[in-house]
C-alpha cells in the first residue's frame, strides 16, 4: 500500500497533485519496487558484517526524519549470536504503525519521537499525537519509553492523566503506566512486559485489514449494498454501505466516522452498531430498517489511517475542515461522500470522532448553524434525551461550548450538512482516556465498551425518526 517514499509531505503536494492517473500509477509501482530494496537492511535490524552496516546507515541517511528511520543504530553496534541473546527492537512499519528511534541503546532509557502527519494548510500546523509501534527483545525488562516531542503534539494538554494502550496479541488493549512531564514536554511510558513482544498504542488500532473484513462480514447479509464511491490519493476504496431498502416515506440516516484516522474507537463504534442493526434476532433492528434505510461509512480516511496519521489524509487535509468546498485534489473522500449525499438525500447525520482530552462522551450539537430554530433545537433535544437513557456511557453535561447564534464553522461536517439538509446533524465525541461516571482502570475506554456503546445509539435514532418529518 503506500510506500516510505510516498509518506512524504514533499511528494503529496508537488509530485501528487496534478498528475494524471495512468503516471500516477506508474510511479507509486517504482516508488515501491525501490522501497522495497532499500528497506530491506532496516526490517532485518541488524547487521552481520561491517559492509553491511554501512550500507545500511547510507540507505538511513537518504530517509531520515521520514517513517523509513524506525530502527536506532544502537541495537547493531555489537551483537550476541548466543541463543538466548535478545536485542531491543522497536518498529512500526507496518498498517497504522507511527514512531521514530532516537536511541533504543538501554531498555530504561528509550527515546522516542512521534512522526507528524504532513503540513494541514487550513490548521496552520503539521498534526501528530497517534503512535503505534511493537517493541521485542526486552522481556522481563522494566522500561522506560520516553516520547520526547509530545509536548509539542497537537494536544499536549490531554497527555495530563492519560494512560498508554499496550497488548501482547493485538486482540486484548490493556493500559500502562504513563507520566506526563509538561516542563520538558515528555511523555513517559513505563512498562515490563512478560513477552518476547509487545505493541504500545495511542488507542487501540482499528486496522485496515479489520475494516475490508467488516465489509465482508456486512454485505453477506441480504440487506446491505456495497457500493465504492471513488478512490483516496493512495488507491484506497472508499467503501459506503447501505443497508435497508429505500422506499416511499423511509428516512436517510447517515453515519460517518473517522475523519480523523488516529481516532479509531470512531470504527469500533461503528463495528458495534453495524452488528446491532445486522441482528436478525433484534426486533428493534427490524423496526429501525422499515422506518428508514441507512448510509454507512465506516472509515471516511483509510489513506491516513494506513499511515498512522492523527488527523489528516494523504494530502494533509483535515477532512472535517473541508466539507465547505472539497476537492479531488486534496479531499477527494468528502468530495464523493458529500455528492453522494446529494444524489440519495438526508435526514439525518450523525459523524463519528474522539476527543483527545476530555473524559466523556457526548454530543457537539449545531446551535450555531443558520437554519437552527425550534425544530432541530426539538429533534436535538430528542435524541439526546434517548441516548441518556438507552447508556449510561452517554451524558449531556460536559462537552464543547456552544456556538452562538450564526457563528457555527461551516467547513466543519455535522455544520455544514445540517445546514445543507436543513436537519438533525451532530458529532459525536468518544474519550481518548476514559469515562469519569463509569471507568475502568484496567482497559479504559476500550474496543469492548466502544462497540456496546455504537450499538446503544440505534435506540435514539429509532426514537427520532418520526420527528424528522415534521
Aim: with cysteine; charged share 25%; proline share 5%.
Amino acid at each position: 500500500m503506500p510506500t516510505t517514499v510516498i509518506r512524504q509531505a514533499c511528494f503529496f503536494r508537488s509530485t501528487l497533485l496534478g498528475r494524471s492517473k495512468s503516471s500516477f500509477i506508474q510511479h507509486i509501482a517504482k516508488k515501491r519496487l525501490h522501497e522495497k530494496l532499500v528497506a530491506l537492511p532496516f526490517a532485518r535490524c541488524c547487521a552481520t558484517s561491517s559492509l553491511e552496516q554501512a550500507a545500511s546507515e547510507q540507505s538511513r541517511s537518504k530517509w531520515e526524519g521520514g517513517r523509513a528511520a524506525r530502527i536506532t543504530s544502537g541495537a547493531m553496534d555489537s551483537i550476541d549470536d548466543s541463543e538466548d541473546a535478545c536485542r531491543l527492537v522497536v518498529n512500526s512499519h507496518f498498517d497504522s504503525g507511527n514512531i521514530e528511534i532516537v536511541d533504543a541503546s538501554d531498555p530504561g532509557n528509550v527515546q522516542l519521537r512521534i512522526h507528524e502527519d504532513p503540513f494541514c494548510e487550513t490548521d496552520g500546523r503539521a498534526h501528530f499525537q497517534w503512535y503505534h509501534f511493537r517493541l521485542t527483545g526486552a522481556r522481563n525488562q522494566e522500561l522506560n519509553l520516553h516520547l520526547a516531542n509530545a509536548g509539542k503534539a497537537s494536544f499536549p494538554h490531554a497527555w495530563s492523566g492519560y494512560q498508554s494502550c499496550a497488548s501482547y496479541d493485538r486482540q486484548h488493549w490493556f493500559r500502562v503506566p504513563t507520566d506526563y512531564d509538561e516542563s520538558s514536554g515528555t511523555l513517559t511510558i513505563q512498562h515490563k512486559p512478560d513477552q518476547d513482544a509487545i505493541y504500545y498504542a495511542y488507542f487501540a488500532p482499528y486496522s485496515y485489514e479489520r475494516h475490508q473484513d467488516l465489509i465482508a462480514k456486512c454485505i453477506s447479509h441480504k440487506a446491505v449494498r456495497l457500493e465504492v464511491l471513488g478512490e483516496t490519493l493512495d488507491g484506497h476504496d472508499i467503501d459506503l454501505l447501505r443497508i435497508g431498502q429505500p422506499g416511499k416515506g423511509k428516512r436517510r440516516v447517515w453515519m460517518i466516522a473517522r475523519q480523523h484516522p488516529g481516532e479509531s474507537m470512531a470504527e469500533w463504534f461503528v463495528e458495534g452498531f453495524l452488528e446491532r442493526l445486522l441482528d436478525s434476532h433484534s426486533a428493534l433492528a427490524r423496526h429501525a430498517l422499515q422506518k428508514a434505510v441507512f448510509y454507512v461509512v465506516p472509515n471516511m480516511n483509510p489513506d491516513g489511517s494506513w499511515r498512522g496519521h492523527l488527523r489528516t489524509n494523504a494530502a494533509g487535509a483535515n477532512l472535517n475542515r473541508e466539507w465547505a468546498k472539497p476537492s479531488l485534489e486534496t479531499s477527494p473522500e468528502v468530495y464523493r461522500v458529500r455528492n453522494k449525499m446529494d444524489k440519495v438525500g438526508l435526514d439525518m447525520l450523525l459523524d463519528i470522532h474522539g476527543d483527545e482530552e476530555l473524559p466523556y462522551n457526548f454530543i457537539n450539537g449545531n446551535e450555531g448553524i443558520p437554519c437552527w430554530g425550534e425544530r432541530l433545537a426539538k429533534l436535538q433535544k430528542t435524541f439526546v434525551e434517548s441516548f441518556k437513557k438507552s447508556s449510561p456511557d452517554f451524558q449531556s453535561q460536559h462537552g464543547y461550548a456552544i456556538d452562538e447564534p450564526n457563528q457555527a464553522n461551516l467547513n466543519i461536517c455535522a455544520h455544514a450538512i445540517g445546514d445543507r439538509f436543513k436537519t438533525l446533524s451532530l458529532t459525536l465525541e468518544m474519550p481518548f482516556k476514559d469515562t469519569v461516571e463509569n471507568p475502568d482502570p484496567v482497559q479504559g475506554w476500550s474496543p469492548d465498551r466502544t462497540k456496546s456503546f455504537g450499538a446503544s445509539i440505534l435506540n435514539p435514532i429509532v426514537d427520532t425518526v418520526p420527528s424528522l418529518d415534521g
